[in-house]
């Protein structure tokens, strides 16, 4: 099926997600664009923060929940 999705971002039918991450232990950041055809649009953005949290793996855990 990877082809008939190629198909459709190139015919700007659909469009493709993408999410970035950065991976920061105390303040982690997420973004989601699509591109559809040439151009990019916002999806959504966020952050996750564990600045009060002590303990590398308690954030850790916090971040993966």
Same mark, same amino acid.
């Given at each position: 099926?990877?082809?008939?999705?190629?198909?459709?971002?190139?015919? +700007?039918?659909? *469009?493709?997600?993408?999410? &970035? !991450?950065?991976?920061?232990?105390?303040?982690? %950041?997420? #973004?989601?664009?699509?591109?559809?055809? +040439?151009?990019? *649009?916002?999806?959504?953005? &966020? !952050?996750?923060?564990?600045?009060?949290?002590? %303990?590398? #793996?308690?954030?850790?855990?916090?971040?993966?929940?």
């Amino acid at each position: 099926m990877k082809g008939a999705s190629d198909r459709s971002v190139r015919d +700007g039918v659909g *469009g493709r997600k993408v999410l &970035g !991450i950065d991976p920061g232990s105390l303040v982690t %950041g997420w #973004g989601v664009v699509e591109a559809v055809g +040439g151009s990019l *649009g916002h999806v959504a953005c &966020g !952050i996750i923060a564990t600045a009060g949290t002590r %303990g590398q #793996g308690i954030r850790l855990s916090r971040i993966y929940r």
